[in-house]
Every structure is written in C-alpha cells, then in structure tokens.
C-alpha cells in the first residue's frame, strides 16, 4: 500500500541486502501481501481514506484545524497500514470520541471508505474485468516473472490481505494472478478477530506441512514481514512508489527495515537478479 503522505524517494536499480547470508534455500512456502506488493488497483487509497476521516472530524468542532487533523489522520493510519482496514476505523471512531462525538460502529466507517474508494477505482476495474486494460498496467513490474520463478521452485505461493477478502479474490483473478495462488487467497472478514495473517501462517504451520523456517515472505507493510520473521522465515520489503514503482519510497523503507525485512525492492523487475540473491 503507499505511504500516507508524501515521502522522500530515491533511485534504487540493484536490490539492496540488509543482511548478507540471508537467503531463502529452505524456502516451501511465500506468503504475499496484495495491495502495493502486487496489485496496484487500489494505488491512491489513503487520498480517499484521509479525507474522509478528517472531514468527519471536523464536525466534531474540536478547534482544531483542517491541516492540524490531516496530520494526525495521516500518523495513525500509517502507523496501520498492512493491517486490516478495520483497523484503521476503530481508531478513527476513538478519536472521535476523544472530541466528544458521538461515533458510528468501525464497520459502517469501513463500508463507507469502501463506498468512496470504490467510486475511484471502479474504471479500472471494469477495464480488467472487459478486457480493455492490460493487467500488466496495474501489477507491480515483474509480478508475473516473480512468481513463475517461485513456481518453478517448487513454492507455493499464499495470498493474504488487509483488503476484504472478496475483493482480493476477485481483483487476484482479473489480474490473472489466480493459477498462481489456486484456493490460497485470504482477505479480511467483517469479524475481523478470526483472520490475520499471523493466524494463516500459524494454520500452516500446524497442519505440519511447513516449518516457520520454510517461509518467504514478500510486503510493503510491516505486519507481513514481522509475521514471517517471527516464526524463523525471510522475506522481501516493497518500497515502491505507486503508482509508478519506479523508486523506492524512503518511508516505506524505513518501516520495512525497522520490521526485519531482509532484502528491499522497488519493484520485481529485478526478478532474476533476486532469485539469484534469494535462492544462492
């Protein structure tokens, strides 16, 4: 997902190790973030999100500013970021409270971000879904190329998203990124307690089919990379500049870095380079 708001960028064309003897030859399994690591239908969501949250909390007439409360929208949002959108709304609901307003439940804030997103986005996926849009136009560069290596590894590869879990489903598929993840694609649920992606990892592990150490990670969000390394596994920091991924996004690497990402990327277009890093 990009960063909420606007970050230093730097040119990156190599893949930058930050910590050498780390590779991924134990690797059976990479667990996938979807927005901002490999779709890019959703680029410019926190431009919808943020204002949203800041024209309601206006209304709570607190004194402050418009500038004051898109600051502090901006901080607790991207502290969220990678986590599941409801997130995002419970804090936002306490916040209100906080200025004495009357808050509405996280879940119907959520629907209605999604409401508001979705009017952004929509022409982009009636295109993929018709035919007119290359998907390639709305995939991280080298998404494809990636993920034919890793099956050609022998890896499964799982998806797992904050973004609910029928959209990720079905923004996979217009994507043509379905034979790739096959029945492997999780996304949030309105009871947002019985799914993370911590609870997916775990579900693997104990059905005995994989250890944590067989585990590669790939994410622009702090939570799927710790939740990879946590249990022993490696994993790939996106630090891309949407929509252009071009670049890397200093603030995205940043996070990346501090949650224990063991290479950074600003895009796959440096897929063969990377197997070699990743699988030496």
């Known amino acids: 997902m990009p960063a909420p708001a606007a970050h230093a960028k730097i040119v990156v064309s190599m893949i930058e190790t930050l910590r050498p ?3 991924a030859g134990n690797a059976r399994v990479a667990l996938f973030d979807f927005d901002g690591t490999l779709s ?4 410019g969501w926190v431009e919808v999100m943020v204002p949203m949250m800041v024209e309601i909390l206006l209304d709570t007439k607190s004194g402050e500013t418009e500038e004051q409360l898109t600051e502090i929208v901006k901080e607790y949002v991207g502290r969220l970021t990678g986590r599941q959108t409801i997130y995002q709304m419970i804090e936002f609901a306490e916040r209100i409270s906080k200025r004495g307003g009357s808050p509405k ?9 999604l409401d508001r997103l979705m ?10 879904e018709k035919g007119h849009i290359d998907p390639v136009t709305w995939l991280v560069p080298g998404s494809v190329a990636l993920l034919d290596g890793l099956r050609d590894r022998g890896i499964k590869c799982y998806l797992a998203s904050g973004t609910d879990d029928k959209y990720v489903k079905h923004e996979a598929t217009i994507l043509g990124l379905q034979p790739y993840f ?4 999780y996304g949030a649920l309105d009871d947002y307690k019985s799914f993370s992606k911590a609870i997916l990892i775990k ?21 799927e990379i710790e939740n990879v390394k946590s249990v022993g596994g490696v994993a790939v920091g996106v630090a891309s500049d949407e929509p252009s991924c071009a670049q890397v996004d200093l603030w995205k690497r940043d996070r990346l870095v501090n949650s224990g990402a063991d290479w950074i990327v600003p895009h796959f277009n440096t897929t063969p380079d990377l197997l070699k890093t990743i699988f030496p």
């Open 21 to 23: 003897g780390a590779h």
């Open 119 to 128: 009017v952004m986005i929509k022409d982009r996926i009636e295109g993929l």
């Open 203 to 223: 579900r693997i592990i104990d059905s005995a089919e994989n250890k944590g150490e067989e585990f590669i990670g790939f994410g622009d969000g702090y939570v």
């Open 182 to 185: 096959e029945d492997r694609m």
């Open 40 to 43: 890019l239908i959703r680029s």
């Open 105 to 113: 439940d996280p879940l119907d804030y959520k629907h209605m971000y």
